[in-house]
């Protein structure tokens, strides 16, 4: 007996794997650059010109990886470290600003002593008002993680900090942290109010709705930004440590498919795709019982 394709089938799995169209993606893995001052340095996808900012960030040997999400990296395995004492950053231009439901991700490894006298930080900002030495301007818009604490800013007059951040390495002198930070940007442009929801360490290998994890921050009523035009690297410590590491920093909208967009940040499939693929398989394998 012949099998034909069910048309239910192939419908329910191009919409739940084709993006519909051109996804505008950042990336910035460090991988193809020179070890080294990352200033004046290009490399990555979706940006303009070179790092500018601080002389301190280094691109040295060694990727980030998490077990907690599925996106490993290619190239030559680099990172970025900063060593400067107090906030310090670099910065790189948006060659094209991702639109609508924008996904992120990036990986953190940042140390605090057992006597929370010094600390190592690690984040982004986004469109930092200022980029003049010292190069501390973190805007309205950022993230750092720094050992057992968050601190955060999605818009003017949001800023806060997280505390007790659980699951950190001990040692005898201090505690390591590692971090994947995934976010959700909803831009609406024109001054209205944005969606932003980010998330610490979701174990999304085990489980990848990450709407069954319940995020350190969200806010539906704050203009957070109309556009990404500046990407802000920040890296840095207080007090001798050995330097923050930062890795892996990923945005994309999909092309306009917001499932795509959690796929390129996470590699795992976003709920509503992966409920579509398993209809898909369920239809399929009905087809093949009734034959």
């Known amino acids: 007996m012949k099998c034909y394709p069910c048309p ?19 990336i910035a893995d460090f991988n193809d650059v020179a070890a080294g001052a990352i200033q004046t340095k290009g490399g990555g996808t979706g940006f303009s010109g070179t790092w500018s900012g601080s002389a301190n960030p280094s ?43 924008v996904w992120f991700s990036f990986l953190t490894r940042v140390q605090e002593t057992n006597t929370n006298l010094s600390f190592e930080s690690a984040g982004i900002s986004l469109n930092p008002s200022s980029t003049a030495t010292p190069f501390s301007d973190r805007g309205d818009f950022y993230v750092v993680h720094t050992g057992d604490t968050i601190e955060y800013s999605f818009g003017a ?12 390495v001990v040692g005898s002198l201090s505690t390591e942290y590692s971090g994947l930070f995934v976010g959700r940007l909803v831009i609406n442009g024109g001054g209205a109010a944005d969606t932003v929801s980010v998330w610490y360490n979701p174990d999304l290998t085990a489980n ?3 709407n069954s994890y319940v995020p350190f ?22 007090g001798g440590q050995d330097g923050a590491l930062l890795d892996n920093i990923l945005f994309s909208d999909g092309g306009g498919n917001p499932d795509q967009a959690y796929f390129d940040v996470t590699g795992v499939p976003e ?21």
């Open 8 to 26: 239910l089938l192939i419908a329910l799995a191009s919409l739940a794997c084709s993006p519909l169209g051109h996804a505008t993606v950042l």
């Open 59 to 101: 691109v040295i040997a060694g990727d980030l990886t998490s077990s907690l999400y599925n996106r490993p990296q290619s190239g030559t395995a680099q990172l970025l470290r900063g060593g400067t004492s107090g906030i310090r950053q670099v910065f790189r231009p948006v060659s094209t600003s991702p639109t609508g439901e």
């Open 208 to 210: 990848p709705d990450i």
């Open 271 to 291: 709920p509503t795709s992966a409920a579509l693929l398993g209809l898909a398989a369920a239809v399929a394998l009905s087809g093949r019982r009734r034959r």
């Open 157 to 168: 007059n949001t800023a806060g900090v997280v505390t007790g951040l659980t699951g950190g």
């Open 217 to 238: 921050y969200t806010n539906s009523t704050v203009n957070a930004l109309d556009s990404i035009s500046l990407l802000g690297a920040a890296v840095y410590q207080a």
